[in-house]
């Protein structure tokens, strides 16, 4: 039996995610926390999974002004066991999930072929390909036996669909290869949970202000901004908003798409 996800029939409450719970992780700073606080903004509950749990229930503290419920667990989400043990706790604290961000991610800047290079690449994949495929081991069953339907959005990255020849000063072989990967994750999921009304999509930030934009060279950075057709970086608030639309009832159409949020950069590459 399928479970279909009814069409909107008005723009009342069209984009609301009020009452939802929602997890993020990574979602203490940069891109996840923009995430974190779009959601908590429109009326949905927020658990957070980060590795510095200090700084994660500080995140969670700062929500409570938009008098949901929220909450922070500690978890690195390359290791199993953690991502285990963090779901036990995330549900425990909700009853059930609606909504999975899978945004913790790493990047490197050492290059392939150097004598660590192949250390890096499995650090990195280990984090963004494998832990983010945990996650969703961990939470899409779950979900399914809810019953309820629900959104898993993925954070990837147009690293994924293109390189250019400015790798030759910012090597992240890894980092590309690992959100290709949950790219074609996301596709096949999309098919796989389609049935129990999961929708499960990909949101591939250009140039958006996070933890990971200091590593590019300031040239590369400027170079970028004058290129580009919004001339500017992205904010993580809006990729927040975008993952917002993708949860509510106007994006339940909307499903295996790997949605470049990128200021026009895939127009230009």
Not at 180 to 198: E, M, N, P, Q, W
Not at 238 to 262: K, M, T
Request: glycine letters at 10%.
């Amino acid at each position: 039996m399928f479970k279909t996800v009814p069409p909107i029939s008005s723009m009342q409450d069209a984009f609301s995610v009020k009452g939802l719970n929602v997890v993020v992780t990574g979602g203490n700073r940069g891109i996840g926390r923009g995430i974190a606080q779009a959601f908590a903004e429109g009326g949905a509950n927020v658990a957070i999974l980060c590795r510095n749990e200090a700084s994660g229930q500080k995140a969670a503290e700062e929500l409570k002004q938009h008098g949901g419920k929220y909450a922070a667990f500690r978890c690195d989400i390359s290791v199993y066991d953690e991502v285990k043990a963090a779901v036990e706790q995330v549900y425990a604290f909700f009853d059930h999930v609606d909504v999975l961000i899978n945004n913790a991610g790493v990047a490197t800047t050492t290059p392939f072929l150097a004598p660590d290079g192949l250390e890096e690449w499995h650090r990195v994949i280990d984090v963004n390909l494998h832990g983010t495929a945990s996650m969703i081991h961990e939470i899409a069953p779950k979900m399914v036996e809810a019953g309820k339907g629900g959104s898993i959005i993925n954070i990837t990255s147009v690293g994924a669909v293109r390189v250019s020849n400015t790798v030759k000063g910012h090597h992240n072989a890894p980092y590309n290869a690992s959100k290709a990967g949950v790219d074609i994750l996301t596709r096949y999921l999309a098919i796989v949970l389609g049935d129990a009304g999961i929708r499960v999509n990909s949101i591939q930030p250009g140039m958006t202000h996070s933890d990971l934009d200091k590593d590019l060279p300031e040239e590369a950075k400027a170079e970028a901004v004058s290129s580009v057709p919004a001339h500017r970086f992205g904010e993580p608030l809006e990729i927040g908003a975008l993952c917002v639309y993708l949860a509510s009832p106007a994006g339940s159409q909307v499903r295996g798409v790997n949605y470049a949020h990128d200021g026009g950069l895939m127009c230009i590459n």
